[in-house]
C-alpha cells in the first residue's frame, strides 16, 4: 500500500506546503501550519468529458422573476442589514470578536422568527443546551419556541435537520467547532471549517433553509480560516465595537440579495441588544458648546446618512519622532492629510504629536472624512473652536484642492434634521438642500482662513 502523501495547511490563510515551517510566507502568522492528509482529488475529467457530460439549458438575461421571499425578524437593523430580512436558501456568515454579542444578536433574531411561526433551530457547538437557557431567560425569550441542540458532529447535525419538515431557519455557532468525521485533522482546521461549511451550504440550497453561521476572527479582524469561506456564503456580516463602549455594529461587506456596507446600530443593555433608530445623534453624544479639535462629520454608511463627532489633539513633541496615534480612521489617511497641511499650508504638523479620535467606537473608511479631520487638527493647533452647529465634509487631493463627494443631499437633510445650520463643503457640489448655510471650499487654505484666520 502506498504511503499517503502529508501536506501542511495554514490555519489563518488556507496556504499549503510541502513541508513544516515555522513562520506562514503567506501571511506572516507564526505556528501556524498543522499537518493534514492530502486530499485524493480528480485531475482532469478524461479524454471523453464532453461525450459524457449532460446538455444544461441556457437562458437569456432578460425574463421576469418572482421577488425573493424575506423573512423579517422583526428587528429593523438587522432586517436592514441583510437587505429587508432572511432570505430562504441562503448562507450567512456572522464574524466578531468574542463577547461582542454575536450569539446574543442571533438568539433575539432567531426568537422572533419563531414567535412568528417560523421554524427555527439553534444548534451550540460551544455552549451547552442549559448555557442558552440562561441566556435566554435573562433576554426574556425562553418563551420562543425555538428548538435547541449542543452538538459539534456535522453528521449527526444533517441527520436531525433532514428528519421530517426542514425548519426554515439554522444557527450554526460556531462554525469553527464543527467537525466532519470523514477528515482527519482536528475541528478549526482548515479542512474541517472547508468541509463544513460546504455540506451546511449544500444542504440550504437543497433544502430552501436559511442558514446562519457564526465564525470566529483571528488578532486581525478577519473571518478564521480559509479566505474561500467568505467566498462560499452568500452574505457576510461584521458584528463590531469596542467592549469599553455599549454600541456595537452589525456591519454588511457581501450581500448577494442586499446592499454592501449598510451598517445596523445596537446599543448593549441588561436585556440584551436594543436597536438604535438615530444613530447620528447617538454618536454625536452630549456635546455641549463649542470645543477645541472637534469636528462633526457628515458621512454615508450605505444608504444610511450618519453624522460623528471627530476629536483632535496636536501637542507640542519632545521625541525625534512625534507620536501619530489613530482610533478608528486609516492612520496612512492621516499621514497625508497631515502631508498636505505641511506642504500646502505651511502649518508646520510635523513637529507635533497627534493623536485622533472618531467618537463612540465607529470606524470609518471614506475618503469624505478628509476635511472633517483636517478641520480637527487646525482647531487643535491654533486653539480656535469650530462653531458647534457646524458640519464638514470633503476629500482632499494632494495639491490641496478640496474635491466633491457624493450624496450631499442626504448628508445635509441629516444634518439640518439635528438642528445643524452651517456646512462647510467642496465648490461645485450639486445639492439641492438650501436651507442650511453652506461655504463651498476649493482649496485647503480657505478652511485654515476660515477656522484660524490669526494662525501663523
Known sequence: MAKQKRIYVCNSCGTTYGKWMGQCEACGEWNSLTEEASENMPTGLGKSASAKGAIIELSSLKGED????????????????????LVPGSAILIGGDPGIGKSTLLLQA???????????VYISGEESVAQVRMRAERLDLADSPVSLASETNLRDILATLSKGKCPDVVVIDSIQTMYADTIESAPGTVAQVRTSAQELIRFAKKRNVCVLLVGHVTKDGQIAGPRVLEHMVDTVLYFEGDRGHQFRILRAVKNRFGGTDEIGVFEMSDLGLKEVPNPSALFLGDRDGDVVGSAVFAGMEG??????????LVAPSSLGTPRRAVVGWDSARLAMVIAVLDARCGLGLGAYD?????????????????????????????????TGETIIFGEIA????????????????????????????PSKMKYKNAKMKTAELNQLIKLVDIIAPNLE
Open 110 to 120: 432567531v426568537s422572533n422568527l419563531a414567535r412568528n411561526g417560523i421554524s427555527t
Open 398 to 425: 494632494l495639491s490641496g484642492e478640496i474635491r466633491p463627494v457624493g450624496q450631499a443631499d442626504a448628508r445635509l437633510k441629516e444634518a439640518e434634521k439635528l438642528g445643524f445650520t452651517q456646512a462647510f463643503i
Open 354 to 386: 497627534i493623536y485622533l479620535n472618531v467618537a463612540g467606537g465607529l470606524k470609518i473608511s471614506e475618503p469624505a472624512a478628509d476635511l472633517a479631520v483636517a478641520a480637527a487638527l487646525i482647531s487643535s493647533l491654533s486653539g480656535d473652536p469650530i
Open 303 to 312: 444608504s444610511r446618512p450618519m453624522l460623528v463627532e471627530i476629536q483632535a
Open 66 to 85: 418572482e421577488p425573493l421571499p424575506r423573512m423579517g425578524s422583526k428587528i429593523g437593523e438587522f432586517d436592514r442589514v441583510t437587505g429587508g430580512g
